[in-house]
């Protein structure tokens, strides 16, 4: 037995050498720690101060899954996200028990069930609407619910690949975000809007200005068919975006017309657009030049300015206008922004939709321009609201995020996303399989679309368009609902001159 004692010696003479070492390296913590100047707590608390930062650090994760309640978290809580797990894998969203909603909190929507609801034959699922039918190739939209712009380069290549395949099996549009169009888009063979952000990624030229050729290569692609302007977005309005340098790849720099390596900054604004008219302007010149519908993406700061906007457009005619108005709110996200802008800038997207819609209506726009709603807008619910307030067409980003995968892990500007949806590292990018995802991404879109359906269904109506303010009530401050067209009356429809 005398290797038993050899190896109990030689274990033993390890666990000395461990404590010894691990002596040796608290005694240079202390050291380092008291005699450096930029942290008082570790200069007063030697190795335990360092705690703090790692507590800190690890703080949301313990709160997400331990200590907070199902409502309770931000941006998104864990019944929004559980929800959308379940819409995801196809699982029923029944409850049992009750609602776990608070339903007192103030702007709660209450839906008012009709008294005798149609049959479950007498209603149908949503027709396609067709945006910009004066264009040179219109563009008839399937569904009411599609998904927002998210650029890649801010997502990674699998996320991209999973939401284009996953867009075709649903019938919904993808939006390319202000990165560029790439091949991942055009695989999967969805519905394309391309959007051109303020730094003209994938349309511009060595000068960062809009080149008429590539726009037009661009827009000869069929998979292609609307271009939406962004002229700012809800978590930083007045500023461009930002792409970290470790995340422009050549490849997403070839994509994107931009120097590799070397961190991305759009201009707060489009150099050529520094007033309504000149808006109007670069609308039509991209309107002009692909055929296709052209729109605007905005996040209101208020909407007096915007009055001045639509009398540009009833001097020019309505053919000038814009094909469609992409409302961002305030609460909108993204991959990196400034905490002030965040939180601070830009109106909430359920007060600048209601406005935008009843700006559009008075002045005899409502066939003419279609409103679009982005926003935090990840259940049935929500995407129900933004209807009856007046949308045309609902977007969401950070729900088909979910349904890739997405944990609220708060590490997209760090290119360490764990789930692999916003990082450019090849080992972390293993975990998100696009051919497993996409179904996931479908199932999500379908399940919104339907539950939608249902609600629309259970206030009377046949379908999700046919629902109006008056089918909505919502919460105030002192606990009482109050109809939403009483709030905010609906404005008659003008009749175009």
Known sequence: MDWIGIALEALAALFIIAVGLGVAAVAVLFVLDRTQRGDAIRRNYPVIGRFR????TLG?????????MDREELP??????NWVYAAAEGRGNTLAFGSTRLTSTPGTPIFMNAAFPPLDD????????????SCRTPFAAPSFFNISGMSYGAISRPAVRALAHGARMAGIWMNTGEGGLSPYHLEGGCDIVFQIGTAKYGVRDGDGNLDDDRLRAVAAHDQVRMFEIKL??????????????????????EIRGIP???????????????????????????????????GIKTCLGSSDPWEEFFAEIDRRGPESAPDFITVDGGEGGTGAAPMPLMDLVGMPLREALVRIVDQRDRHGLHERIRVVASGKLVNPGDVAWAICAGADFVTNARGFMFSLGCIQALKCNRNTCPTGVTTHDPRLQAGLVAEEKDRRVAAYARTIIGEVEMIAHSVGVAEPRLMRRRHVRLVQEDGRSVPMNELYPSVPLAVPA
Do not use: C, M
Not at 76 to 81: E, K, L, T
Not at 232 to 253: F, M, N, W, Y
Not at 267 to 276: I, M, T
């Open 53 to 56: 930062h790692l507590f800190t």
């Open 260 to 294: 590799e390596g070397q961190d991305s900054l759009s201009p707060n604004r489009h150099r050529e657009a520094g007033s309504w008219g000149e808006l109007l302007d670069l609308i039509a010149h991209v309107r002009e030049v692909t055929g296709k519908p052209t």
């Open 60 to 68: 949301e994760f313990f709160r997400q899954y331990f200590f907070a």
């Open 122 to 133: 007498q209603y149908g699922t949503t027709a396609p609407l067709v945006i910009g039918p």
């Open 76 to 81: 998104f809580n864990r019944a929004q996200r």
């Open 232 to 253: 700012s977005q809800g978590a930083k309005p007045g500023k461009g975006g930002i792409l970290p340098g470790d995340k422009v790849t050549p490849e997403i720099a």
